[in-house]
């Protein structure tokens, strides 16, 4: 199951950064809006298809190696692909760097220095690369078994809170 898991989250993060590039040409209009509508609700469906196929199998196979410390106690190690601590690092470089981008060019255009469509366009390209940098990153925390993902939390929650930050990117930039 955890190789069907990992197919799964591979998938989810293709399909993320694939859908990143479409949003971005979508804003850029490189593609018409028919083939745009077309390839999120293609990808989509591919991510909806992940992710649910990552939760089901948490229910199906949770087992997990036990080693013994030093000092005698029984833990639990879980199973982990190294590719997605790689994944994750580079990923995160790329959302510091894109978040000091966004902060950089935000700062231009609240002195008027930088203005138009342009300015719109390199925004929203940047805060789409962005939000697509925090779904890989807690995609490979989730595969990690990381500490900070083995908290209470629903999936409900981590959806809900995914479809505030859209709205609050949608707000920011009134493509809502």
């Known amino acids: 199951m955890k190789k069907i898991q990992n197919g799964a989250a591979f998938v989810f993060i293709i399909s993320a950064v694939i859908l990143a590039v479409i949003s971005i040409f979508g804003v850029w ?5 028919d083939v745009i ?4 609700q293609t990808f989509g469906l591919l991510s909806i298809v992940a ?12 087992r997990e190696s036990l080693t013994v410390s030093s000092n005698g106690v029984v833990e639990s190690v879980p199973f982990s692909n190294p590719v997605f601590t790689t994944i994750r690092k580079i990923t995160l470089a790329v959302l510091i760097t894109s978040v000091s981008l966004l902060a950089f060019f935000g700062v ?3 002195w008027d220095v930088l ?3 342009t300015l719109s366009k390199s925004l929203s390209s940047i805060a789409i690369i962005a939000f697509t940098s925090i779904v890989v990153v807690i995609t490979c925390l989730e595969r990690e078994k990381h500490k900070l993902m083995q908290q209470k939390m629903s999936g409900g929650l981590i959806i809900l809170l995914v479809v505030f930050g859209w709205m609050f990117i949608s707000f920011l930039f009134g493509s809502f």
Not at 51 to 62: E, K, L, M, T, Y
Request: proline residues 0%; aromatic residues 8%; glycine residues 8%.
């Open 29 to 33: 209009k490189i593609f018409e809006d």
């Open 37 to 40: 509508i077309k390839s999120i």
């Open 51 to 62: 992710v649910i196929v990552i939760i089901a199998g948490r229910f199906i196979d949770s």
């Open 108 to 110: 231009l255009a609240i």
């Open 115 to 117: 203005a138009g469509e």
